[in-house]
C-alpha cells in the first residue's frame, strides 16, 4: 500500500511540474496573442470620398504601419483630430467607408491605421505588449503632423479598438482633449473567459487569467485619464457584453466620465445615434 501511495505522490508531482510548464509556456512565450489578432484580410486600394491623405508610418523597429489621415472639405474649418483605433479585422477602407462620414461633415478630421501584420501593414501581430508601443509610438508621429499640430486630439477606439484607444489615452493623457470607446472590453482575460468556447477551454475558463497576459487592463487604464471620457455600449450587444463597459465605468474618474448606454447591434452606435454621436466629440471639446 506504502509503494502504490509513494507512486501515486510521484505522478502528482510530475503533473503538477508539467502543468507549471505548460502554464508557463503559454503564458511567458505569449502563444495566445497572435491568435488574438488574427483576421482575414482582402487586399485592396483605398478608395474614398473623401479629402485624404495615404501615407506608411515607419517604426523604430523598421515595420511598415498604413494609415491615412481623412480631411473635411477645404470650406469646412477642422474642429480637431480624432485618432481612430479600429475594431479586429477593420481595414481603413471598412473604417472609412462605415463610420467617418458624419464626423468629417461635422468638421473633424480622423486619422486612423491597421495593426502591424494585418492589411498594408507589416510585421508580426503576435505580441501585445508591442502592439500597445506601436499604439503610442504613431500617436507621437500623428502628433507632429503639420495639419495636427495646432488641433484638439480625441482618441476614440470601437471594440478591441477600445482597449488600444483606452491605453493611448492613459499615457498620452496631458496631450488629449478626451477619449471615446464604444463595445470595448475591460481585459483580455475577461472577454476570453466569455469567447471561451471558441478556443476549446469552456470548462477550463479559471485557466485562462493563468495563460493569457493582461497587457490592456482597461479597467485599470481608464483610472489614470482625468480628461473627458464617454464610454458607449449597447445593451443589445452579443459580440462584446454590456456588462464589460459597466465594469470600465465603474473604475473610471466619475467626475470626467459619462457612459452612454445606447441599443443595437455591436459597434452602431455612429450609424443608429448619428447626430447624437457626433454631438459627443463635439462636447468633449466643450469641456
Sequence with gaps: ???????????????????????????????????????????????????????YLSLSDQTSIHAALFRPADSVAVKATIMHHAGNGMSINDSQKRFYAPLIQAGYQIFTYERRGYGQSTGKADNSQTLRRDADEIFDQVVRFEAVKNTP????????????????????NEQIAGLI???????????????????????????????????????????????????????????????????????????????????????RGILNYEAEYVDKFDGLLRK
Excluded: C
Excluded at 505548460?22 to 487586399?43: C, K, P, S, T, W
Excluded at 483580455?188 to 493569457?212: D, G, H, R, T
Excluded at 485599470?220 to 455600449?233: A, L, Q
Design 181 to 267: 470607446i464604444e463595445s470595448a472590453f475591460s481585459s483580455f482575460p475577461a472577454v476570453a473567459q466569455f469567447y471561451a468556447s471558441e478556443i476549446n477551454l469552456e470548462k477550463f475558463k479559471f485557466i485562462i487569467p493563468l495563460i493569457l497576459n493582461n497587457d490592456f487592463p482597461t479597467n485599470r487604464e481608464i483610472k489614470k485619464i482625468d480628461k473627458p471620457v464617454v464610454i458607449i455600449h449597447s445593451v443589445e450587444d452579443t459580440k462584446i457584453p454590456f456588462e464589460f463597459s459597466e465594469d470600465i465605468y465603474a473604475n473610471a474618474n466619475p467626475e470626467s466620465t459619462e457612459f452612454w448606454k445606447i441599443e443595437g447591434k455591436h459597434v
Design 1 to 55: 500500500m506504502k509503494k502504490v501511495f509513494k507512486v501515486v505522490k510521484w505522478l502528482f508531482l510530475i503533473f503538477v511540474v508539467l502543468f507549471a510548464v505548460a502554464i508557463g509556456y503559454l503564458r511567458f512565450g505569449r502563444v495566445l496573442d497572435g491568435q488574438i489578432y488574427r483576421a482575414d484580410y482582402r487586399e485592396e486600394a483605398l478608395a474614398t470620398e473623401f479629402e485624404h491623405e495615404e501615407m
Design 153 to 172: 486630439i480625441i482618441i476614440w477606439g470601437t471594440s478591441i479598438g477600445g482597449i488600444f484607444a483606452t491605453a493611448n489615452a492613459s499615457s498620452k
